[in-house]
């Protein structure tokens, strides 16, 4: 098995927080799970990451939690993530708008 990079690392726990999102408000649309799959694929997560996220997408696996000290490196790649899950449904929740806000506090800018 090949060894992660440490960006490989960074979009896990970004792609970790996206599931966090996208549970946020007691279900995941189907554009969640393209987006989040898709991030995963393109970004080249290893396919055995990709099957434990589809677990955790389908309710079948708790969710992970997300190093938030590895995503304060780069809050700006991390919002662009989040701001992208967000607007793919077309709707915006009010569980997933309070988890932005804390997000806001965490992460800074």
């Known amino acids: 098995m090949a060894r992660l990079t440490a960006e490989d690392d960074f979009n896990i726990e970004v792609l970790k927080l996206l599931l966090q999102l996208a549970w946020s408000d007691e279900r995941v649309a189907p554009e969640e799970v393209g987006l ?64 932005l806000d804390e997000l806001r506090i965490i992460l800074g800018p």
């Open 36 to 99: 989040i799959l898709g991030a995963a694929r393109s970004w080249g997560v290893p396919e055995a990451e990709v099957g434990a996220l589809k677990a955790c997408l389908d309710g079948k696996e708790l969710l992970p939690a997300p190093d938030l000290g590895l995503l304060r490196e780069r809050p700006d790649a991390v919002f662009e993530a989040v701001r992208a899950l967000i607007a793919c449904d077309g709707h915006l929740q009010a569980a997933e708008s309070e988890m």
